[in-house]
């Protein structure tokens, strides 16, 4: 992940394929193939393009987290297993943790 700003993480279609061991094909196509909202998809899933090894263009999506993850949840393998798994950690440890004071 790329920090855009102090609260925007975003990485790419290209990364999450290569991360996952699948085809940047198949990563396009599962983006496509989300049933989120307009709206989410609007704000977390941004169109774009790469040269590829021979300089021609090439389709990829740009994703914040939040999009990352929302595609991530719907793949399937050892590696989406171990992300769910970490992610569902993280959750149960923050949500343990006492609110500071004033937020109780």
Do not use: W
Not at 38 to 43: A, K, L, T, V, Y
Not at 50 to 66: C, W
Not at 88 to 95: D, G, L, P, Q, T
Request: proline share 4%; glycine share 4%.
């Amino acid at each position: 992940f790329v920090a855009e700003d102090a609260i925007t993480l975003k990485t790419n279609s290209r990364f999450v394929a290569q991360v996952f061991d699948r085809l940047h094909k198949d990563v396009l196509k599962a983006i496509d193939n989300l049933e989120c909202s307009e709206e989410f998809s609007r704000r977390n899933f941004a169109p774009s393009n790469y040269l590829d090894s021979r300089g021609k263009v090439q389709p990829m999506v740009e994703m914040t987290f939040d999009g990352f993850v929302f595609l991530v949840f719907g793949f399937t393998g050892a590696k989406a297993a171990a992300f769910k798994e970490a992610y569902i950690a993280e959750f149960n440890r923050m949500r343990a943790e006492p609110l500071p004071a004033g937020l109780a």
